[in-house]
């Protein structure tokens, strides 16, 4: 069935397709199953209220359900039923009920069919009228001409009772027995969403597979540049496979009118540019907020969920204005902000201002590290928004939208956002805490080895440093939104009562502002370092990262910047890890030099 | 003397001008006189090098000076004692040495005169030649016409050897002894610099008095709008009285071309506008990091050293614009920093993305609170930098200069950065931190009262917050740098133990971004309140305050933001103080319902 992972057809672009599916999307198919779950309590019936379920009915409806039907039959007498019956037998021919259905023949319902078919379990359904509304979007296409059931485990918000009632409604028939192995689709019949993904380079620290979420090792931590073969993924679905040639990006305006813009378009139509960016995962450090003060939801990301590297593309500033969008002038103020919208699913946006700033370097990006992206990081184009947290820099590229309002995806209006140390994610009212953009102030620990006079290549190290006895190096990054630089990095070998300060490397950064980490290193000799190293960053604005993990807990465990601590085992010489950074004395293992 | 007070004259818009009398500039004078302090000591004597030394040769020099000439005149001959004594008789008729001279003939050599003198202490010199290279630019002309000892208290870069050496090379004579009481020059002959200072109102707070450095009293900290005559006053010196209809500001592009804009023509040329913005200065809270980690030089300023108003004006950028700067297409490369000059000597600078920034907001203002300004806040006109540390919003605007380097004030290259906290003074290269413009986000206590049931009032105040047993409110600010706004304030009554939010106030802002502060109050049961309240607050970027006064501290105590605790007394049910509060007691009194 790798079919369906061809190219996805695009529909219309219209303003029903911009809302993945999502929690925050699924209020509007609560309110459309409304009725469905009222008649199941004693609350008084209403009538249908949208088109999905005016022209349909249902041809084996849940038990609860046909309860609800017999008695509102029975109350309504005997012209309602006649109208039923006469409905039902209009539409016999085109999906005739209770029928078996060949899996061949679902299959050929796909994508390219006028009727677009999909399996639940054993039950067949032809959703084709319900795609045109699904408020998730044409990603439900993905899943037409074979089983659903696994985009359902990923889209984990569809397990609802009031959702399967809708799909009932588009019940067809059922799965001919004589393609089933023992009772059930046989499991190479079911799709798997994530079989196309690419390979991954094998020193990518992988928290789960599929979806790939894989942070960068330490090692690779070390370089200005990271090579884009351990840069960390973060993909909230599958990787969508696309052909370059047939891609197209299509610009929306807020009257509606759009263009559409072929990678071709892009590369001859506008000027390209090049930046040096850093992307960090909004969940990077997670993992030490979990451990040091309560257990916060999400993926336990140690220090490597951030990279940073060359990005190629041109900018969306002018591909804007080519579209239509007046930036200076006559500006629309209809529009706040611009929707980024991804070919798996994932979308999300960011403020006009940002994206039309001549010094913000908004990039619809094309190559990374001087290659075309890799599948993993948005091949074709993706969206790199420096400055901001890297859920912004939306990968697979297809629509980008203006709009009065912000993406209404569950990752602009939920997810990534923190709310006060005192809150659960029960308590809260989503829309009083904005959505995570420009990140604050970052730094942390990557390395802590010991460089040992005892043997040559240590003492030329030592000399370097003009040191002569054994010595301590600790290496890291600093990191802060919104472009600004940082400025000095105070670090601790006795556990924060006194700071020195790290040297900062050099390197050489493109853009209008600092959207680059800065590497540092501190030396400090080794009878006078303590066993736990601290560190904490100041940025041009002279924002500092706070001390503790309680007083900046939240409960999604987003942007843990509380000082970050690394410890020294003197066993041996080797570097070892502090408890928050156990993974990092596994990667490292013997630095003694 | 008052007539020195009168405009200022203004010199030709020579680069020359554009450094105050620091201490960064001192080190022009330093090259200029490095022939005299070598002279006195056993390195040999090297040539003069500069204008001001070859043009001229003491009257009267000082005693080291005369055995280094007579050395000198030894060594070199009667030919060139010669050419001295022919010289001394060609100049001996414009300035009669070793004469006695009435105070009142100093004061016919002011600012009008073609010859302009000064006294110090008991001597007269005519520094008419010195004018020109002054490196503090024309300020000295403040003192022409008097006595210039008491400027050299307030710029104290001149009590040095070096300068006095200088001065020397300008001896006229003594003040004729006529004159004199008691062998000095009378105390009312003696220029006071802040004699036209204006008058404060009294709930103001004052540090110093000469120059004003007076902190908001805390019951006006209450309000969104500061009241004009409580609006914190930072001088460094005194205020200059400037007729509004003869003040011109100069405008100078980078290759030297000027514009000169009167009131009137600002006021008529471009368009008006107005914001909501905060000021702080960059001292706000030194008090509390003196107190709870060890003592940072600089006054001592509580809570109030920020206030917020409404400013109107119009754009800098407009202005720029207009003067010859193009702002969007050919932008000149050269121009990185706006000088801003005030008519005291003050000066410093901003980014030039920042001045015209079109989001940027950043204005020349005429008005605060909807009135002219008041001559502290810098009337006729004052820079207004939204976002930046106030120290950037230059007051008695009279120059704006367009450089590719910052300005060599000291207040940009030196007092306003931070540094370590393991820095002292002596220990830093000023060169390593950037000078402060955006602001940290930081937020204080402003207000802790109890609010009883014993009375009506009281019991009324507890209504509204749907209470019946008594409450404490407490009350403050909180605000970002940047325009980034506040979106959430953590407020704790144990401590930091637990963490509750207060309650944000919608006050109405104007500008493109969140210049203003944010009002919060918090309320809570009295029986549920511990003794001691902290708050800390974050911005939209998601950045926060640090813990620790010892971790942030800096010897310049600038840019105190560790959390501000805050104490409630269960004395009486009074409104108490912390420690580190002690004055909120005293203005507050009992605040009990």
């Not at 459309?32 to 309590?41: Q, Y």
């Not at 500092?544 to 010489?573: C, I, K, M, V």
Request: proline residues 6%; hydrophobic residues 35%.
């Amino acid at each position: 069935m790798s079919k369906t992972f061809n190219r996805l057809l695009r529909g219309p672009l219209s303003r029903a397709y911009s809302s993945p599916v999502t929690s925050s999307c699924s209020r509007r198919i609560y309110s459309a199953t409304t009725v469905r779950t009222a008649a199941a309590s004693p609350v008084p019936f209403r009538p249908l209220t949208t088109t999905t379920t005016t022209n349909r009915i249902p041809q084996k409806p849940p038990t609860r359900w046909i309860w609800k039907k017999v008695g509102a039959a029975v109350l309504a007498g005997s012209i309602v039923v006649a109208a039923v019956f006469e409905w039902k037998d209009a539409h016999a021919e085109a999906h005739p009920a209770n029928r078996y259905i060949r899996l061949s023949e679902v299959e050929r319902h796909g994508q390219t069919s006028d009727r677009k078919w999909v399996t639940k379990g054993k039950r067949v359904y032809d959703i084709t009228e319900w795609i045109e509304v699904h408020p998730g979007g044409p990603v439900i296409l993905q899943a037409v001409g074979g089983c659903i059931d696994r985009y359902w485990d990923i889209f984990s918000v569809h397990k609802k009772q009031d959702v399967y009632d809708i799909l009932e409604q588009y019940f067809i028939g059922e799965v001919d027995p004589r393609d089933l192995v023992d009772g059930k689709v046989p499991a190479d019949k079911v799709e798997d969403p994530f079989v196309l993904d690419p390979k991954r380079d094998p020193r990518l620290l992988q928290h789960t597979q599929q979806p790939c979420n894989a942070e960068t090792p330490s090692q690779s931590l070390g370089s200005f540049i990271t090579p884009n073969g351990v840069f960390f993924v973060r993909n909230h679905f599958w990787v969508p496979k696309i052909d370059e040639k047939a891609h197209v990006l299509h610009v929306e305006l807020s009257d509606g009118t759009a263009k559409a813009y072929s990678l071709a378009d892009l590369k001859s139509k506008f000027e390209p540019f090049s930046i040096t960016a850093t992307l960090q995962c909004t969940g990077n450090r997670r993992k030490h907020m979990s451990e040091n003060a309560k257990p916060a939801s999400g993926l336990p990301w140690n220090v490597g969920a951030i990279s940073n590297t060359m990005w190629t593309g041109v900018r969306l500033r002018d591909v804007l204005e080519d579209a239509g969008y007046s930036r200076d002038g006559d500006v629309d103020d209809n529009v706040r902000h611009v929707h980024l919208v991804g070919a798996e699913a994932y979308c999300g946006s960011i403020p006009i201002s940002k994206a039309v700033d001549p010094h913000g370097d908004v990039m619809l990006a094309y190559e990374m590290g001087g290659k075309p992206l890799p599948r993993d990081h948005g091949y074709p184009l993706r969206a790199l928004i420096p400055g901001h947290t890297a859920a912004r820099s939306v990968k697979w590229l297809e629509r980008v939208t203006l709009s009065e309002d912000e993406s209404p995806s569950q990752w602009q209006q939920k997810d990534y956002k923190c709310f006060g140390p005192n809150k659960e994610a029960k308590d809260v009212d989503w829309s009083t805490a904005p959505a995570i953009q420009e990140t604050p102030v970052q730094s942390a620990i990557t390395e802590v080895g010991v460089i040992s006079g005892d043997s040559r290549k240590g003492r030329a190290e030592l000399s370097r440093y003009g040191m002569k006895e054994d010595a301590i190096r600790v290496k890291g990054y600093a990191f802060s939104g919104g472009g600004r630089s940082i400025i000095r990095v105070d670090i601790s070998a006795d556990d924060g009562k006194t700071w020195s300060q790290a040297d900062l490397h050099q390197d050489e950064t493109k853009g209008h502002r600092s959207w680059s980490w800065k590497k540092w290193e501190w030396v400090v000799p080794k009878a006078e370092a303590g066993r736990v190293f601290v560190v904490k960053a100041v940025d041009e604005c002279y924002n500092s990262q706070p001390e503790s993990y309680d007083a900046q807990w939240n409960f999604r465990g987003n942007l843990t910047t509380a000082w970050h601590r690394a410890e020294h085992s003197e066993d041996d010489q080797n570097v070892g890890a502090s408890q928050e950074q156990s993974w990092l004395g596994r990667t490292l293992g013997r630095l003694s030099l």
